[in-house]
């Protein structure tokens, strides 16, 4: 079973956009296609990238249009090139984050390749995602490579793959479900058929594959959108400027061409979230990861097409955090393990001829390892949720989840115990301020229509 999980959500508004035409992203000579492996990591797809000739991983997100570096505590060696320092604004507390705008830099993605790209640097490592998603994300990619080629994403097998334009309206979809959308300002937008509180309507929604939900709702954009009464207060992800919060709930129906998906999760940003959202009073919200991992998913922007096709994960219930706990990777440290040698015996033969071993005496010798092990915390907690009622509080470090060290865990492992089903138990060994104790909480449904 896989689960969705609560990540980041990152938006980006660039008080200065590039002032020149960058150089395109081209295939080798003789390639119609690549194919590059991707890791999906909370349904979004991380892929390889190498920036002037240093080896990165980013985030494909068809949310932004230009490309991000994210501080990642020096674990990378920039080498960018005509830099100048700009501004950045996002959703948070508003106040705007010190950047870094560097242009002619050279971008290789798999054997593609792109001159004269404009990259922006957030040196602030408070602001880099990485710690949410428990794996390394040096940045963000979208529009730069997806005007130039199309692409395939490919959740079930783990890869995309790059196309040639001409080649790729050559191939046939029979079996697809062909969509078109608008593109501004270089981000896609469709016009889907949702259905909430029993009405039917149509909204404007970003095409977000940077978001790990399934959808975002501006309340007071459309007569049709507003917070359900069964809907609970909750962290929403991370933006540019601090914590998003919002409110949860779910809609009756989500419709994409002939695909219908029923009890789709939907997340409403609060009123200070949407006063930072860039294009908000063009679109009624977005739609996510957590819907486009169900299908085998094509983009054209040129053409301004997306074709579906879905995937084994297509019937597989929504879910959400029923802890109320949201958790993060803060880091390693040296931990040193003991590797013990026991137990000196002989084999002897016995009256009868038979052969059997005799202990003699234990001999403990000890191998100390220093190994480098993960640290995972507590970085939000629900109100009034199971973690919040078992005690817990932001700050605390996680050790063992279940009985299971968690330091031998990916935060994936950890975090797919929050999305269980109702009366799940867990129990977690905790640290605070240098002092171990248990708790025990109970997971349970906050939506009345489960």
């Given amino acids: 079973m896989r689960y969705v999980y609560l990540i980041p959500v990152l938006f980006i508004y660039m008080i200065n956009f590039e002032g020149f035409p960058q150089g395109a992203f081209l295939l080798p000579d003789g390639k119609n296609h ?21 080896e990165l991983s980013f985030l494909l997100d068809t949310g932004v249009r230009s490309t991000i570096l994210f501080d990642a505590e020096a674990d990378y060696p920039l080498k960018l090139n005509n830099k100048s320092t700009v501004w950045l604004r996002g959703s948070g507390d508003g106040e705007p984050s010190k950047a870094i705008k560097s242009t002619q830099n050279i971008i290789n993605i798999g054997a593609s390749a792109a001159i004269n790209q404009t990259v922006y640097y957030i040196p602030d490592s408070a602001q880099n995602f ?18 130039d080629l199309c692409v395939e994403l490919n959740y079930q097998r783990g890869f995309i793959k790059l196309y040639d334009p001409e080649y790729f309206r ?23 058929g949702l259905n909430q509180n029993e009405k ?5 929604l970003l095409l977000d594959s940077g978001s790990g939900d399934a959808l975002w709702l501006f309340h007071n954009t459309h007569e049709d959108i507003a917070v359900s009464e069964n809907a609970f207060k909750d962290h929403l992800g991370l933006g540019l400027n ?36 860039n294009g908000m009073n063009f679109r009624n919200g977005s739609i996510g990861a957590s819907v486009l991992r169900r299908f085998t998913v094509y983009l054209d922007y040129g053409k301004k097409k997306l074709f579906l096709r879905k995937n084994r994960y297509f019937d597989e219930p929504f879910r959400y ?21 026991i137990a000196k015996s002989r084999t002897i033969t016995t009256a009868d001829g038979s052969t059997r071993s005799v202990f003699l ?39 063992k989840i279940n009985g299971r060290d968690v330091r031998k865990l990916e935060l994936s492992d950890i975090t797919k115990h929050f999305f269980k089903d109702e009366g799940a138990v867990l129990r977690l060994r905790i640290e605070r301020n240098g002092v171990e104790f248990n708790r025990r909480l109970k997971l349970k449904k906050l939506l009345v229509d489960e």
């Fill in 200 to 204: 039917d309507f149509r909204a404007k």
């Fill in 321 to 341: 955090n029923r802890s109320g706990l949201v958790v993060e990777h803060t880091g390693f440290e040296l931990v040193a393990d003991i590797d013990y040698g």
């Fill in 242 to 277: 601090g914590e998003v919060t919002g409110y949860r709930s779910r809609i009756n129906r989500l419709s994409l061409g002939d695909y219908e998906l029923d009890k789709v999760n939907v997340a409403y940003p609060d009123d200070q979230s949407l006063t930072y959202l």
């Fill in 130 to 147: 990485s710690p949410r998603l428990g794996f390394p994300v040096h940045g963000i990619i979208g529009y730069a490579l997806l005007k």
């Fill in 361 to 399: 005496e234990t001999n403990v010798v000890q191998f100390p390892q220093l190994r480098l092990k993960p640290n995972f915390e507590i970085a939000a907690i629900r109100e009034d949720s199971p973690g919040a009622d078992a005690g817990l509080v932001v700050g605390d470090k996680l050790l």
């Fill in 34 to 54: 690549i194919k590059i492996k991707a890791d999906v990591v909370n349904n979004l797809m991380i892929i390889p990238v190498q920036v002037n000739g240093v």
């Fill in 170 to 192: 050559s191939k046939k979809f029979r079996s697809f479900t062909a969509l078109n959308f608008e593109l501004k300002e270089g981000k896609p937008y469709l016009n889907i």
